[in-house]
């Protein structure tokens, strides 16, 4: 591709000479250790790195143009100064792909909680009647029914279109991150569909407050389609406030809840049979696949998303009950003593709330709960997951998530710190995180229930005393089952 079909949509700081644009660029690269001969490298400043610093390497290994931020001279190759390389990054991946999402039926979803669980749901119901879809999410990335390592919920702008560019799905479901959103992984993408299933306490380390985290995560919004349609659940205050906001834009949006509002409205719930009945004349009833009133609101939020795409709603009904779960959220097994044990995703306090509340409606006799938190993340939601769990668990252990640079020491202080603070007895401290689990289920009799959250499906980034590598593995090793891969 042409230098001048790939810089097009940039807004640059310098001038460059005319002669350049029919430079053939052979590639693109945002680490220069990707960098090919023929590449241009784009050079990011990143939390830990500034790509400024590599252009040198960039250009060694074939660079034959470079785009950045900062002001240089003496560059030996074409340099293409920006304001923002992240966003520069977005517009030139796109460029060089050829804009494949707007071959695709692109559908994003925020929110705090539930983005894969409805991006899986989704997925299930889209080909379940005959629309082959890709999902690009928390887990892993599915693109042509190939499964693909996930490194961020929302991949980074270069991997994002090189992901589109190989899908011959019909659909793309992606979720979508306030990180991702603030950090221009998806500029350029026009969505048809966006969901916003939520926001709580969450992420406030990098936004700040409440506010910004919900103005982050109203960015995908702008970037719906002029036709496009906003699904989103305005039982939750930041959802109203949403709704209200794109309404009042002449925006299509698909409202769902209970409030007299909404579009699909709920009449009422039965959490323990996990149904919902839809204020509308066939007075529907929505079986939820999975139990938790959290996903109930996560069925309606595809089962809307599927009749916007023309799924007749018999058959929405009919698949839902086929959707088999997702991996590491609320999976289910039983130990040979009786009890059952949860392995959970939730690491906030409404997701916590949620898990131990479903367990608790679901009949478990003892519940017994078992997390942790991750070093250098959000110190301020600690406090109301801890009070949380001592209000709805009969006992918890805290114990080492990621510690990332924070020593274990330091985290196993915390703990006690936090567990006298509360002045309760419920509480208890093992760091060995397999150790923990093993305590859990060991204790547990008959009718009992271990919720473990945190990790779900995430392999341990630490060592432990059982040879095991994620809370599967632990919960497996325990039952005497095999081993996963």
Same mark, same amino acid.
């Given at each position: 591709?042409?230098l001048?079909q790939?810089?097009s ?7 460059i ?7 053939v ?11 090919k001969?023929?590449f241009i490298?784009i050079a990011?400043?990143?939390f ?8 040198r390497?960039?250009?060694?290994k ?7 931020e900062?002001?240089?001279d003496g560059?030996p190759?074409p340099?293409?100064q ?6 520069a990054?977005?517009?030139?991946a796109?460029n060089?792909y050829g ?15 539930g ?10 119901l889209?080909?379940?009647n005959?629309?082959s879809?890709?999902?690009m ?20 702008s270069?991997?994002l279109?090189?992901?589109l ?7 793309i479901?992606?979720e979508?991150?306030s990180?991702g959103?603030?950090?221009h992984?998806?500029?350029?993408i026009?969505f048809?569909?966006?969901l ?5 306490h969450?992420h406030l ?6 506010k ?6 109203t960015?995908?919004?702008?970037q ?9 659940n305005?039982?939750?205050e ?5 709704a209200?906001r794109?309404q009042e834009?002449?925006?299509n949006v698909?409202?769902?809840g ?8 709920? !009449?009422?719930?039965?959490? #323990?049979? %996990?149904?919902? =009945?839809? /204020?509308d004349p066939?007075?529907t009833?929505?079986?939820?696949p999975?139990?938790g ?12 998303c599927?009749?916007i ?6 058959s ?6 086929d ?12 130990t ?9 995703y939730a690491?906030?306090?409404d ?7 479903t ?15 991750r070093?250098d993340?959000d110190t301020?939601? !600690?406090?109301e997951?801890? #009070?949380i %769990?001592?209000r =709805?668990s /009969?006992?918890?252990i ?5 510690l990332?640079?924070?020593p ?9 710190d936090?567990?006298?603070?509360f002045?309760?007895e ?12 093993k305590?859990a289920i060991?204790?547990s009799?008959?009718g ?5 959250t945190g990790k ?8 432990f005393?059982?040879p095991?590598h994620?809370?599967k593995?632990?919960?497996q090793?325990m039952?005497?089952s095999?081993?996963s891969?």
């Amino acid at each position: 591709m042409k230098l001048t079909q790939l810089i097009s949509g940039l807004q640059l700081q310098n001038s460059i000479d005319q002669n350049l644009y029919d430079l053939v660029v052979q590639g693109i690269a945002d680490s220069s250790q990707d960098v090919k001969n023929g590449f241009i490298f784009i050079a990011i400043k990143g939390f830990r790195d500034d790509g400024h610093n590599h252009i040198r390497h960039a250009i060694d290994k074939g660079a034959i143009a470079v785009i950045g931020e900062q002001d240089l001279d003496g560059v030996p190759v074409p340099y293409i100064q920006v304001e923002n390389a992240r966003l520069a990054l977005g517009i030139v991946a796109k460029n060089f792909y050829g804009d494949p999402a707007s071959r695709k039926i692109m559908i994003g979803i925020t929110g705090t909680n539930g983005k894969t669980t409805t991006s899986y749901l989704l997925k299930h119901l889209l080909e379940s009647n005959g629309i082959s879809c890709s999902v690009m999410g928390t887990i892993k990335n599915i693109v042509n029914g190939v499964s693909i390592e996930s490194a961020n919920t929302t991949p980074s702008s270069l991997v994002l279109q090189q992901l589109l560019a190989s899908s011959n799905d019909d659909a793309i479901v992606m979720e979508v991150s306030s990180h991702g959103l603030t950090q221009h992984r998806i500029e350029g993408i026009e969505f048809d569909i966006c969901l916003f299933t939520n926001l709580h306490h969450e992420h406030l380390d990098y936004h700040g407050s409440m506010k910004s985290y919900f103005d982050a995560k109203t960015i995908l919004f702008d970037q719906l389609k002029p036709k496009g349609t906003a699904v989103i659940n305005i039982d939750d205050e930041w959802g109203e406030k949403l709704a209200a906001r794109l309404q009042e834009k002449g925006r299509n949006v698909c409202s769902i809840g209970q409030h007299q509002e909404s579009r699909i409205r709920i !009449r009422s719930i039965n959490s #323990e049979q %996990s149904t919902v =009945l839809i /204020d509308d004349p066939e007075n529907t009833v929505l079986q939820s696949p999975m139990a938790g009133i959290h996903n109930i609101y996560n069925s309606l939020m595809a089962y809307g998303c599927a009749l916007i795409l023309g799924v007749k709603k018999a058959s929405v009904l009919r698949t839902i009950l086929d959707f088999s779960g997702v991996e590491g959220r609320f999976e289910t097994s039983k130990t040979p003593n009786g009890s059952t044990v949860i392995v959970d995703y939730a690491h906030t306090p409404d997701a916590v709330y949620h898990c131990l509340t479903t367990a608790k409606e679901a009949g478990a006799r003892r519940i017994t709960h078992v997390f942790g938190f991750r070093g250098d993340r959000d110190t301020s939601k !600690r406090e109301e997951m801890i #009070e949380i %769990s001592s209000r =709805l668990s /009969d006992c918890y252990i805290l114990t080492t998530d990621d510690l990332n640079s924070v020593p274990a020491e330091e985290m196993r202080s915390l703990y006690k710190d936090l567990n006298e603070r509360f002045g309760n007895e419920k509480g208890l401290v093992q760091m060995d995180r397999t150790m923990a689990i093993k305590e859990a289920i060991d204790s547990s009799t008959e009718g009992d229930w271990v919720i473990i959250t945190g990790k779900g499906h995430e392999k341990y980034s630490h060592p432990f005393q059982l040879p095991t590598h994620s809370d599967k593995e632990t919960v497996q090793f325990m039952a005497g089952s095999p081993l996963s891969e």
